[in-house]
């Protein structure tokens, strides 16, 4: 149990299905992530929510698109992608605030586009 | 750009050895450093960080050094066992909070029995 609970586990869709991972930390943060990690790649910020706003988004495509009701609840609603999409997404939960930036990562959505 | 990144993709070493996986940055910026662990099927789990004004930082059965000098960082970890096998990252932070997190492509560690 990491404390960042991400669902589904895995999910394969076809290039014009809708889908919608989902994340919840139940660490008390006040800040959370989707991390796109792809095969001999480093980590890739997508989107960052600090007190359910967003307040970073590194240039990610607008078919991925992400929802934050709560400071507990993170959702990334996708629609026609692209098989270059598949990857492990990764949600991720923080005090934004926190010195050593240290993140807690959820085991991550693993994500197949046919 | 600024980048964050590990020597070699693969090390492989014999239970019980001690193994070091190194990392190489690149700003000289950088307030913290952090090591992660990710084993097969799950996400990354902290390991360890280190602040620019360390040398050398413990846990147990790892230690952390930092060589500002030559912007190198490297992960020890002390009779390695097979629940040690996974990719390491290294991770810089140079702005402050979580935001600021430049992650390394990894090291996949293998520990051969």
């Known amino acids: 149990e990491t404390g960042v609970t991400q669902t589904p586990r895995h999910l394969v869709m076809g290039m014009t299905n809708k889908k919608s991972l989902k994340c919840e930390q139940h660490?008390?943060?006040?800040?959370m992530y989707w991390y796109k990690q792809s095969a001999k790649k480093p980590l890739e910020l997508m989107f960052v929510?600090?007190?359910?706003?967003?307040?970073e988004n590194n240039s990610v495509p607008s078919r991925f698109s992400p929802e934050c009701p709560n400071s507990s609840h993170l959702f990334l609603h996708l629609h026609t992608l692209q098989p270059e999409d598949s990857a492990l997404y990764l949600c991720a939960s923080s005090y934004r605030d926190s010195a050593t930036g240290e993140l807690f990562f959820g085991e991550g959505s693993r994500l197949t586009v046919l | 750009g600024e980048s964050v990144g590990l020597h070699l993709p693969t090390l492989s070493v014999q239970e019980g050895d001690n193994s070091i996986i190194n990392c190489a940055y690149s700003n000289s910026a950088s307030d913290y450093f952090i090591w992660y662990k990710q084993e097969s099927g799950k996400g990354p789990q902290f390991i360890i960080d280190i602040r620019s004004n360390m040398d050398k930082r413990q846990g147990q059965r790892v230690t952390v050094l930092l060589n500002k000098t030559v912007k190198h960082l490297s992960l020890q970890i002390a009779a390695t066992q097979p629940g040690d096998s996974a990719v390491y990252f290294c991770a810089e932070n140079t702005v402050g909070g979580a935001d600021g997190l430049t992650f390394g492509k990894g090291t996949h560690l293998i520990i051969q029995p």
């Open positions: 660490l008390g943060h006040n800040a």
């Open positions: 929510y600090s007190l359910e706003e967003r307040v």
